[in-house]
Antibody, heavy 117, light 107 residues
Framework: QVQLQESGPGLVKPSQTLSLTCTVS??????????WSWIRQPAGKGLEWIGR???????NYNPSLKSRVTISVDTSKNQFSLKLSSVTAADTAVYYC?????????WGQGTTVTVSS | DIQMTQSPSSLSASVGDRVTITCRAS??????LNWYQQKPGKAPKLLIY???SLQSGVPSRFSGSGSGTDFTLTISSLQPEDFATYYC?????????FGQGTRLEIK
């Protein structure tokens, strides 16, 4: 079955760019009519939708982050990626990638990103 | 953005109890409502999609209902493994938004 795995630095300095990759295994990122999404969760808090990319490459972003977020897909590597620029301590969270069709039915395990100097 | 409000924020219940969690949207979202279960240190797990459709592999004691602005998640007979935090999420429009969560604790 399809599995997702996030990867990237666990520590990012303030004002720098957070970069994460989600690797899809057990299936092709290009097959089916799926959106591929990023969600984050600060410690002890709720879930925040960051944005998503469709297999065609079209994207939707959360307006609260839109000026800082870029989501891209690399079908040759079966991966999609998140870049969040100009990070601050408020961006410290567990970041999840997920597959979305009718609800987010497959999730990565999550990766903790801390923004600190 | 569509605001999602869950109630209660926390709930104490016993094994075998019937439990209902409600979720209200700030505007109509038709049936574009999903429910997730999250246990500490784990990713959320999809339980119900499209308001009332049971995700494959999810026990039938979980059920969802509602449309428009008001939705419910019901657990018919609580099992020990059901103690977790539950989130509703609207997928009617972007940005997709989540409720604040309902923490279900053992009484």
């Amino acid at each position: 079955q399809v599995q997702l795995q996030e990867s990237g630095p666990g520590l990012v300095k303030p004002s720098q760019t957070l970069s994460l990759t989600c690797t899809v295994s057990g299936g092709s990122i290009s097959s089916g009519s799926y959106y591929w999404s990023w969600i984050r969760q600060p410690a002890g808090k709720g879930l925040e939708w960051i944005g998503r990319i469709y297999t065609s490459g079209s994207t939707n972003y959360n307006p609260s982050l839109k000026s800082r977020v870029t989501i891209s897909v690399d079908t040759s590597k079966n991966q999609f990626s998140l870049k969040l620029s100009s990070v601050t301590a408020a961006d410290t969270a567990v970041y999840y990638c997920a597959r979305d069709l009718e609800g987010m039915d497959v999730w990565g395990q999550g990766t903790t990103v801390t923004v600190s100097s | 953005d569509i605001q999602m409000t869950q109630s209660p924020s926390s709930l104490s219940a016993s094994v075998g109890d019937r439990v209902t969690i409600t979720c209200r949207a700030s505007q109509s979202i038709s049936s574009y409502l999903n429910w997730y279960q999250q246990k500490p240190g784990k990713a959320p797990k999809l339980l119900i999609y499209a308001a009332s459709s049971l995700q494959s592999g999810v026990p039938s004691r979980f059920s969802g209902s509602g449309s428009g602005t008001d939705f419910t998640l019901t657990i018919s007979s609580l099992q020990p493994e059901d103690f977790a935090t539950y989130y509703c999420q609207q997928s009617y429009s972007t940005p997709q938004t989540f409720g604040q969560g309902t923490r279900l604790e053992i009484k």
